[in-house]
């Protein structure tokens, strides 16, 4: 029989972005913890490069966050970011906010929210890290971890009766779940990977392209991203196939890269003074969907995080469903208590699952947005409409990224739904409207009035 709740450590593997969250949640409810990472404690100087990478923080990861009570310590790391700038070709930019006047997402430094989380974790009592301990095997039914110490290389054994799975996209915790009977999993990766870069800062630390925005430069079948840092830098992020014509496998040279940026990025490229070096250094990083069922083991196992449900990252969502999923599994506890953790573990891949798959959809549909329709006049027209429909009707119309990134308590399976419908209605609509004027033309605002009200 379990020990009793109170004194048992609740064991969680991996102290990445989700377990540090979720291992907040759980000391908060009175639990000892042992969190246990396969890596050094970054923390410690000299373990990291210095390159910073950043990702875009929402509501649903606010949020996660508000719920320990941590968010003026990320706010303080982070950039608010109102609206997309796309980039052309030819060093043009048109604009398209991300939702309502003052509504943002944060471009945040990992590293930093990294080691936020993992000093607030360290505060609390009943708390331990050990850093540097990698799952190796996973004894399911005798509920007994084997790590390996990896410095020293000794292997040991660690009996549990409850283990939260946060290892990441290539769990340990899972894979030894995918082993059992009826375990489902599909791995999926996107036919392009991508490379980070570094777009300079300016003269003391200034921004050389708009701070408070996030910048997309749209191409068609590949695109570049850039998300702000504190220090007046950008992280860009090159999406692009492995293979073909225009590829990671095509640009061989410091020379073919050089020309390739000079031709589809000129604006940029003499801010990139590290290009050539950083396009050859740096990995080329691969793309993969990942869906698992279940994610609980007896009442003993829960994955949580990207070991549960890896997703692309063009909605910046990972994440932030990681840190949703620290919310949910929080709200469980509070409403069915800790008596019975396996109809709490249950309930939560109920519940979770329809929407972290229908996150992987809208991850995937929004990779074609970013790389190719932010790119065409007719469809920044739409987004337009849109907004004036939202504006006019905004109990019925809500823009399909709002849904996702600014109103957590619309679940994603919800938010997808409801996005598709959209997507058919302006499909209809958009035939009649050539220029953002025609919105006010009677027959349209009757067409409008009509659809909405089916
Ligand atoms: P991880 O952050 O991967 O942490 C897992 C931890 O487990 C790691 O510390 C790892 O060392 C440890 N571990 C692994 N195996 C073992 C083992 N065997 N033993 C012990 N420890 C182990 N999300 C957003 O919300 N917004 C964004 O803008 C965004 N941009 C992204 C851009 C890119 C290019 C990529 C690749 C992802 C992006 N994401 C974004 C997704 C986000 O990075 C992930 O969803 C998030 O990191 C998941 O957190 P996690 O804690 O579940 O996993």
Not at 140 to 146: C, D, I, K, S, T
Not at 158 to 180: E, N
Not at 247 to 270: A, N, Q
Not at 424 to 451: C, G, N, Y
């Amino acid at each position: 029989a379990a020990a009793p709740a109170a004194t048992e450590p609740l064991v969680i593997m991996g102290a990445g972005l989700v377990g540090t969250l979720l291992a907040l949640y759980l000391t908060r409810r009175g639990h000892p913890v042992h969190l246990y990472e396969r890596l050094p404690d970054p923390r410690k100087a000299g373990l990291r490069e210095a390159r910073s990478i950043n990702l875009a923080l929402s509501d649903r990861g606010w949020r996660g966050l508000a719920g320990v009570g941590v968010t003026d310590d990320i706010r303080k790391v982070g950039i608010p970011m109102y609206r997309r700038v796309m980039h052309d070709q030819r060093g043009q930019l048109t604009y398209q906010p991300y939702g309502q006047e003052g509504q943002a997402i944060f471009s945040v430094s990992r590293d930093s929210l990294n080691r936020t989380l993992l000093d607030l974790v360290e505060a609390k009592p009943d708390m331990e890290i050990t850093f540097g301990q990698k799952l190796t095997q996973l004894d399911l039914p005798a509920r007994r971890l084997h790590l390996r110490d990896v410095a020293s290389g000794r292997e040991y054994d660690v009996p549990y009766q409850r283990l939260f799975g946060v290892d990441g996209a290539w769990s340990a915790v899972r894979g030894a779940m995918q082993r059992l009977d009826r375990a489902d999993y599909s791995q999926q990766y996107l036919e392009y990977g991508y490379k980070e870069l570094t777009i300079a800062a300016g003269p003391n630390g200034t921004w050389q392209l708009e701070k408070n925005a996030l910048h997309i430069w749209p191409r068609g079948n590949y695109l570049m991203i850039a998300l702000p840092n504190l220090d007046g830098s950008f992280n860009a992020t090159l999406f692009f196939p492995y293979e073909g014509s225009l590829s990671f496998d095509s640009l061989r040279t410091p020379e073919e890269v050089e020309k390739f940026f000079g031709d589809v990025f000129p604006d940029v490229v003499p801010l990139m003074p590290e290009l050539d070096t950083e396009f050859f250094n740096h990995p080329t990083g691969s793309l993969v969907t990942i869906r698992c069922w279940p994610w609980s083991y007896q009442d003993s196992v829960l994955l949580l995080g990207d070991a549960a449900h890896a997703i692309v990252p063009f909605y910046g969502q990972g994440m932030n469903a990681g840190f949703e999923d620290c919310t949910v599994l929080d709200r469980l506890l509070d409403d069915l208590g800790e008596g019975d953790w396996g109809r709490v573990m249950d309930e939560f891949e109920r519940l979770r699952k329809p929407n972290t798959d229908a996150m992987a959809e809208l991850a995937l549909y929004n990779f074609v947005e970013m790389r190719d329709r932010v790119a065409d006049p007719r469809f920044l027209l739409q987004k337009r409409i849109e907004a004036k429909i939202a504006a006019q009707y905004p109990a019925k119309w809500l823009p399909l990224y709002s849904r996702v990134t600014f109103s957590p308590d619309t679940p994603y399976a919800e938010a997808w739904a409801a996005g598709q419908k959209q997507d058919a209605i302006m499909a209809r609509l958009m035939p009649h409207i050539q220029v953002e004027e025609d919105f006010e033309k009677p027959e349209v605002q009757e067409m409008v009035k009509s659809i909405l009200t089916e």
